[in-house]
């Protein structure tokens, strides 16, 4: 019945020359959305990001920007995250920075990803800046790019956001394992262990417990 009176209304508007109301599209996506009709959804909200709207556009356009990420286009994904962007909301700008830094990993653009995740970072989004700065850090971790690993992890932990503290601590617990820095790497862990989830719980504990066990050893040798 919802989608039945979204669509009526969007039709009455467009029977009559007048300009589709923006929010009725974006809504009328969602309920195809829920209904499991990607297609029907993304013609709705191709309909709410043409009418230009500041707040119903952009925000469209982030929701299709997922589903053709859940669908692995990526080509199309990018064109709807460039969309939320150019919108020029604030609101969605570290959103759509983030998607466009994750289209570009996925192309394989890597260097175009870490500029984008970090302008996404400079927005200071709660959320979306923290998202970026963690998937920012995880690419500097995988290359051994320490350095720049630790600054990005304690930009999440700046951000003070404590979805992504454990994994921040976790990063920069395991970036100083690899550098043999382990009387650090046991602090950090040891902070990690503190506020992990139940499923990153248990490799906090191995990597604290390895650390710790070169700790004693090293101190062993030096005694020796």
């Given at each position: ?98 998607g466009l830094g994750i289209v570009a990993q996925q192309q394989g653009e890597v260097d175009e990803a870490f500029g984008y995740w970090q302008r ?105």
């Amino acid at each position: 019945m919802a989608a039945e009176w979204l669509q009526h209304i969007l039709d009455l508007n467009e029977s009559k020359g007048e300009k589709v109301p923006a929010w009725a599209a974006f809504e009328l996506g969602l309920v195809r959305a829920r209904q499991r009709d990607k297609r029907a959804a993304n013609v709705a909200w191709r309909k709410a990001m043409a009418t230009k709207d500041p707040e119903y556009g952009p925000r469209a356009a982030c929701f299709m920007a997922v589903g053709y990420q859940q669908q692995d286009d990526w080509i199309r994904a990018g064109e709807a995250w460039q969309v939320a962007l150019d919108a020029g909301n604030k609101r969605y700008a570290a959103a759509a920075l983030l998607g466009l830094g994750i289209v570009a990993q996925q192309q394989g653009e890597v260097d175009e990803a870490f500029g984008y995740w970090q302008r996404a970072i400079e927005r200071r989004d709660p959320e979306f800046s923290g998202r970026a700065a963690v998937m920012l850090a995880c690419r500097h971790l995988e290359r051994g790019d320490y350095e720049k690993a630790d600054a990005a992890f304690c930009q999440v932990l700046d951000m003070g956001n404590e979805e992504f503290r454990a994994l921040a601590l976790l990063g920069l617990g395991v970036g100083n394992y690899e550098r043999g820095e382990f009387d650090q790497a046991v602090v950090y862990l040891g902070a990690a262990a503190e506020s992990a989830d139940p499923a990153l719980l248990p490799l906090v504990q191995d990597y604290r417990a390895e650390a710790q066990r070169r700790e004693r050893r090293g101190r062993v040798k030096v005694a020796n």
